[in-house]
């Protein structure tokens, strides 16, 4: 992949995290994707949620598969670790980075067609190990790589810019990962920073499989009229179930919420998530309800965002395969080579 290395430009003044990084230190390579698209967006989003959340950039690794969502790891954190795979394959290579070193954090970056069509089976036995990872998917119904096709995330009526409307089911990638057990599910628009970047830092610290749906409208592709992944059309449509603010580790901040004003919901490492109803009949902790409600607006033409569904209580895959804490690439090698004759006895209980 030809890229553009971005130009370091020092800001006097700018605002440094713990670790004395300012954001740009985050960035990554000049974009090459179409001005105007939704991705470029999520890549801003991506940025500051790291910067803020002080992680060290060798200790992230970036994830993608193929599609112009998969190019978005170029774009940020270009001092991190970084896997570009195969069509629909990167859930697969991240299960098995974090098999080998689970003490990374793990961002996956995907599209509607790299998770919803050749890349689904990857993607639903990613949530159903609990994979310890932030999952993105930018999602614009199309294939803006190959000319516009309907994705399996295209809405039933949805137009293209040529050609005739579409008339199958879409995938929805919130409704089927809330089936398959993901424990942390949240949808947002590419357009909406604000509430973008704490579900982000929501799920980059949530212990197990995170899934971030992200609208990304394509403006080559899939931003007319008529289309149901639009900037338009997605304005229009946007409904906030919960309205999310992501605090890192500080009891005094608790706090500053009166009784009944917020929900602080306490993540495994020990930073908070604060939850505002802006719906009062919405409960993210019932599978069953999330489900119902969902549905009931999906079929009323709204588009549901915010933090969805959150299961702090559930294993992730290192806890369910009782894996030891090192990372496989700090162990020793006469650890990792048990020799011979440990080979013959594992062998023999297959004959």
């Given amino acids: 992949m030809s890229y553009i290395a971005k130009p370091k430009i020092m800001y006097p003044g700018r605002k440094k995290n713990n670790l004395g990084l300012t954001s740009s230190d985050y960035e990554g390579a000049v974009s090459t994707l179409c001005a105007g698209c939704g991705h470029d967006s999520v890549t801003a989003a991506i940025i500051q949620a790291v910067f803020e959340l002080n992680i060290e950039p060798h200790m992230l690794a970036k994830m993608s598969g193929i599609g112009c969502s998969s190019k978005t790891p170029t774009y940020f954190v270009s001092q991190s670790h970084g896997f570009n795979s195969v069509h629909g394959r990167m859930p697969s290579v991240t299960t098995g980075a974090n098999v080998a070193n689970g003490d990374l954090m793990y961002i996956g970056v995907s599209g509607d067609g790299d998770s919803l069509s050749i890349g689904i089976g990857q993607f639903a036995h990613a949530i159903r190990r609990n994979v310890n990872m932030c999952y993105v998917i930018e999602n614009n119904g199309v294939y803006g790589l190959t000319k516009g096709q309907f994705s399996a995330s295209a809405d039933i009526g949805s137009k293209p810019k040529k050609g005739e409307p579409n008339n199958q089911e879409p995938i929805d990638p919130v409704s089927t990962a809330l089936s398959l057990g993901a424990t942390y599910i949240a949808r947002s628009f ?28 394509c403006v080559t592709f899939n931003d007319h009229e008529g289309s149901t992944k639009s900037y338009a059309h997605t304005r229009q449509f946007y409904h906030q179930v919960i309205d999310v603010d992501y605090i890192p580790p500080a009891k005094e901040i608790k706090a500053a919420y009166a009784e009944g004003e917020a929900m602080p919901i306490e993540m495994h490492d020990g930073s908070t998530i604060v939850l505002r109803k802006v719906d009062k009949d919405y409960d993210l902790t019932s599978r069953a309800s999330v489900f119902q409600y969902l549905r009931e607006h999906s079929n009323a033409g709204e588009i549901m965002t915010g933090l969805l569904y959150l299961d702090e209580s559930q294993a992730e895959m290192h806890e369910l395969m009782e894996n030891i804490n090192t990372p496989l690439s700090k162990l020793p090698l006469e650890n990792l080579n048990p020799g011979s004759n440990e080979l013959k006895k594992l062998q023999n209980r297959y004959r």
């Fill in 190 to 217: 590419s357009g909406d920073k604000e509430q973008l970047v704490p579900l982000l830092k929501g799920a980059l610290m949530h212990r197990g499989f995170a899934l971030v749906d992200i609208i990304s409208p």
